[in-house]
């Protein structure tokens, strides 16, 4: 990445991912992949399914590990790193909101309950920031979580992650399963987190109108190689590669 990879927060250095198949054969599913990404930036990787994006984004809080290559966080190997811990400074949101049983409440609670600490109340600092930064409203604050509207579930798992106060947002298709008027309010609130609290956003989308509005820098992924990567709106203005220009115009292949 064309970027100053000393002012990175997070930087991947050919990293790749062999795995066996059914019929025994050893399967490369990334190939030595490169990228850094700085604090208070967006960094959308799109491709074809089954070109390794959500295999990418699971590396980075250590849901997999790579065959090969490592995994830098502030400079540190992330494998030195308890997953525990990792994982309070590398959040991730899923394409399909999980809900627990209870209330919105119980929900947001959830990463102090595992840790073991003390549960915030409804009046805590802790609470109402990751709230305020999800737009949750504080009206759902004691409805069951399982009741809420998708783009509401989607906003409270997006607090539930942001509550540990990560430096490291993974996004994994978080917009997909929503209506193109609440997947771009969801999407300015990505913008604006990103921006307001100096966040490195990795996105994984199919929606490649998406990533050329928020995207400040975008990938290709494709075969499990970065074919081609560059300033998000310019990139897929003027791609560069065949098999970028094959895929902006089929947009039938753009599944997740």
């Known amino acids: 990445m064309g970027e100053d990879v000393q ?7 050919k990293v790749g991912i062999v795995r066996q198949g059914r019929d025994g054969e050893t ?8 990228l850094s990404a700085r604090s208070g930036e967006i960094t959308a990787i799109v491709g074809p399914s089954g070109g390794g994006k959500s ?40 394409q399909k909101p999980f809900m627990f049983d209870g209330t919105v409440l119980a929900n947001l609670q959830r990463p102090f309950l595992y840790r073991q600490e003390p ?16 737009r949750v ?10 009741t809420l509207s998708l783009g509401e579930q989607q906003r409270v798992s997006l607090a539930r992650a942001l509550i540990t106060r990560p430096q490291v947002l993974l996004l994994d298709e978080p917009t997909s399963a929503l209506d ?24 994984v989308t199919h929606d490649l109108r998406l990533a050329g509005r928020i995207a ?10 970065i074919l081609e990567e560059g300033r998000g709106e310019e990139m897929l203005a003027r791609p560069q590669t065949a098999e970028l220009r094959r895929f902006l115009a089929e947009p039938d292949e753009k599944e997740s």
Do not use: W
């Not at 399967?27 to 490169?34: W, Y």
């Not at 400079?75 to 400074?89: F, K, N, T, V, W």
């Not at 300015?188 to 987190?193: G, K, P, R, V």
């Open 7 to 13: 002012k990175a927060a997070l930087r991947l250095d």
């Open 27 to 34: 399967v490369e599913i990334l190939r030595e992949v490169s």
């Open 55 to 94: 295999s990418l984004i699971r590396l980075i809080n250590r849901l997999d590990d790579p065959t090969t290559g490592k995994i830098l966080l502030d400079g540190e190997d992330i494998q030195r790193l308890d997953p525990l811990m990792l994982r309070r400074r590398v959040a991730m949101v899923l």
């Open 119 to 134: 549960l915030p109340g409804t009046g805590s600092e802790e609470l109402r920031h990751a709230m305020e930064l999800a």
């Open 137 to 146: 409203s504080s009206d759902l604050i004691e409805r069951d979580a399982r």
């Open 180 to 203: 193109r008027p609440t997947a771009d309010r969801l999407a300015a609130t990505f913008h604006d987190i990103c921006r307001s609290q100096q966040i490195t956003v990795i996105l």
């Open 216 to 225: 400040d820098y975008l990938i290709y992924l494709e075969g499990g190689r």
